[in-house]
């Protein structure tokens, strides 16, 4: 037990809120910097349920570090698990504030809560773990089962970028593995990697590029240059070149560094400090190997388990392993017994294989699949960049599938929160 404190960030909105007795819709911050409550989907649900919106940034993510360096040792406090006991205190401190601005004492306020990808696997495991804080969650594309070797990774990526694009995206890794070994340091150059010294860490930069596009609902992005190059016999790893830093380093602004292994062996608290951190969650407790299926891949097949496994002994040392067999128990992964609980999809969306798809007969959960949508849409919307206001799916591929997520995201709150403030009725 560690009695120690540290200074925890956290935003609120409360523009919409109806005082006093407004619900309160807690956003959860993930394997990221939280720089704000974003102008999503989640401001219209507040506008319609009069209520507040407080994000707590996730522990030692941004400016929320228990140290001042980084290294091994300190992260052992870096686990969901102590992230949702973050929650819990923060919940209950947060009321308690609100009580005492609101000059009144043992009130609650109804609670929901919010989270996409590994937030709203987060969203989902604080209602299972604390079902008497909160009415219920909104578990977008939650990534609720820990897996060893996903494989159904790179698969989801192939049926969603459909037959030409996945045959593009094969012939243009086959291609980029045989100039790696001939021409290595000029191939990493014209992506703007040189400094990748380490061939894994390019090959997966390079699938990772084209992982976004796809699961963002971007494929267009991705594969329509590459599709026509392949007609017209052009070189294909110069069209993947261009998608790379113009989409991939340019609009999303992702650089190759946060895929070399020096940069992640950094200890100091930087802007970059994040890519750290998530892979030291990723080696100990969820692991989501993003490994190549051994037939049909798109990625490289040097992106195995031994790349994987290198990289954690390497960046944090020996002993790092992820034991995803206990995260699995300790939630239920698919199975997760929790109640009250929207787990929404997108069909094209990869991290589906690893959320919870069908509804339990026994729990009171609802599932839904947003046809044609990607990571998140029901929340994010479509979004160019950068974020259009409040979510809005005009430029989503299907606006109709994800106006229907919404009106069935919008009734379930409705019920729940209704039973929640009926005192003959559980919350649980």
């Not at 773990?129 to 939650?142: I, R």
């Not at 010294?197 to 976004?212: M, P, W």
């Not at 094209?348 to 026994?362: G, L, M, T, V």
Request: proline letters at 4%; aromatic letters at 12%; hydrophobic letters at 35%.
């Amino acid at each position: 037990m560690d009695h120690r404190n540290f200074q925890q960030r956290y935003y609120e909105f409360l523009d919409y809120f109806r005082i006093p007795d407004g619900p309160v819709f807690l956003v959860i911050c993930g394997e990221y910097s939280c720089n704000g409550i974003r102008n999503d989907y989640i401001s219209v649900l507040a506008k319609k349920f009069g209520a507040a919106v407080v994000s707590l940034e996730h522990r030692y993510y941004g400016k929320s570090s228990p140290f001042k360096s980084l290294k091994t040792e300190n992260l052992r406090y870096l686990s969901s698990k102590q992230a949702l006991f973050d929650l819990a205190v923060f919940r209950q401190n947060y009321q308690d504030s609100l009580n005492a601005k609101l000059n009144r004492t043992k009130t609650d306020n109804l609670w929901f809560v919010f989270g996409v990808s590994y937030p709203g696997a987060l969203s989902a495991w604080f209602r299972l773990k604390f079902p008497h804080l909160t009415c219920g969650s909104l578990a977008s594309s939650a990534v609720v089962l820990a897996v060893y070797n996903f494989t159904e990774f790179d698969q989801q990526i192939g049926e969603s970028a459909g037959a030409e694009c996945k045959a593009a995206l094969q012939e243009t890794t086959r291609l980029v593995e045989q100039k790696l070994t001939t021409h290595g340091k000029a191939l990493k150059a014209s992506f703007n990697a040189a400094d990748l010294e380490i061939d894994g860490d390019f090959l997966y930069f390079l699938a990772d590029a084209a992982v976004t596009a796809i699961q963002y609902g971007n494929p267009d992005i991705l594969c329509k240059p590459l599709v026509e190059a392949k007609k017209d016999g052009k070189d294909l790893v110069d069209a993947y070149a261009k998608f790379v830093k113009e989409f991939y380093s340019g609009t999303e602004g992702v650089s190759a560094q946060s895929y070399n292994q020096k940069s992640l062996k950094n200890t100091a608290i930087t802007e970059d400090s994040s890519d750290r951190l998530w892979w030291f969650q990723v080696c100990t407790e969820v692991a989501y190997f993003q490994v190549a299926p051994s037939n049909g891949s798109i990625r490289s097949s040097k992106v195995d388990t031994r790349y994987h496994l290198d990289l954690c002994k390497n960046v944090f040392g020996e002993g790092i392993f992820p034991d995803v067999d206990a995260t699995n128990i300790y939630y239920g992964g698919t199975k997760i017994a929790g109640s009250k609980i929207i787990f929404t999809n997108g069909s094209q969306d990869p991290w589906r294989r690893a959320s919870k798809q069908i509804s339990s007969p026994d729990m009171p959960s609802y599932t839904i699949t947003c046809h044609n949508c990607g990571h998140g849409t029901d929340i994010r919307g479509c979004p160019q960049s950068p974020f259009n206001i409040e979510g809005n799916e005009k430029n989503c591929t299907s606006p109709d599938a994800v106006h229907k997520v919404r009106q069935k995201i919008i009734e379930h709150m409705d019920l729940w929160l209704s039973q929640c403030q009926d005192p003959g009725k559980t919350c649980i």
